[in-house]
Nanobody
Framework: VQLQASGGGFVQAGGSLRLSCAVSGRILTINSMAWYRQAPGKQRELVAQFAYHSLPHYADSVKGRFTISRDNAKRTTDLQMNSLKPEDTAVYYC?????????WGQGTQVTVSS
């Protein structure tokens, strides 16, 4: 199973970016799809999660600015990030949960300048 993330980059504060993640490989069930991020010197944190048959869940710091979506047929998840702030700067990782197994993408850098 492989997760390929794309869409990171450099943007000024107030701008927008869209991250995408595609899942490949043999996997029957994706219980949830999520995005995490890790800033330098900080622990990895959950940004947004979209579990199967559930409503999306967001970290308080991104509510109202970020939107997670998923396409079960295509096995993709996107993260639309609006009104970006310098504190959103981090490496963003897509994640899927299959049963009790977590799979991670390679990470994509998002840099927001003030």
């Amino acid at each position: 199973v492989q997760l390929q993330a794309s869409g990171g980059g450099f943007v000024q504060a107030g701008g927008s970016l869209r991250l995408s993640c595609a899942v490949s490989g043999r996997i029957l069930t994706i219980n949830s799809m999520a995005w995490y991020r890790q800033a330098p010197g900080k622990q990895r944190e959950l940004v947004a999660q979209f579990a199967y048959h559930s409503l999306p869940h967001y970290a308080d710091s991104v509510k109202g600015r970020f939107t997670i979506s998923r396409d079960n047929a295509k096995r993709t998840t996107d993260l639309q990030m609006n009104s970006l702030k310098p504190e959103d700067t981090a490496v963003y990782y897509c994640n899927i949960l299959n049963g009790r197994t977590n799979y991670w993408g390679q990470g994509t850098q998002v840099t927001v300048s003030s």
